[in-house]
């Protein structure tokens, strides 16, 4: 069997040393590499920081105009968290627990006449 001679920055490969990889080759792919990993973190930070403007305009105009409107309309736009569904009672009608076991009671006993 064959052996390479060996050198400082020559690598043999194969059985009979037919291939040689060289120190340049080596740092060409390890320099490659870094770069492509740069390049992709670039293009995520570009990415993320345009989805993050777009965020920002976004909100300040909802906030423009939030400014004027009147109270009212910020209570009554069906996006609110006091309000359930279109229709329903806000959150601070003291008579709404009450209401709401009324209607309770009044389906048990239709579902009891039914039985």
């Known amino acids: ?18 291939s040689i990889i060289t120190d340049f080759q080596v740092m060409c792919v390890a320099v490659g590499s870094a770069a492509l990993v740069l390049l992709l973190l ?41 309000t359930i569904a279109e229709g329903s009672h806000p959150n601070d009608d003291p008579s709404a627990p009450h209401k709401i076991q009324e209607a309770l009671k009044s389906c048990l006993k239709e579902e009891e006449s039914f039985n």
């Open 1 to 18: 069997f064959c052996r390479c001679n060996t050198q400082d920055y020559i690598w043999h490969k194969g059985m009979r040393c037919e």
């Open 42 to 82: 670039f293009m995520m930070t570009v990415f993320f920081a345009k989805k993050l403007y777009l965020l920002k305009t976004e909100n300040t105009k909802l906030r423009r105009t939030n400014k004027f409107r009147t109270p009212s309309e910020l209570h009554n736009d069906n996006f609110s968290l006091s």
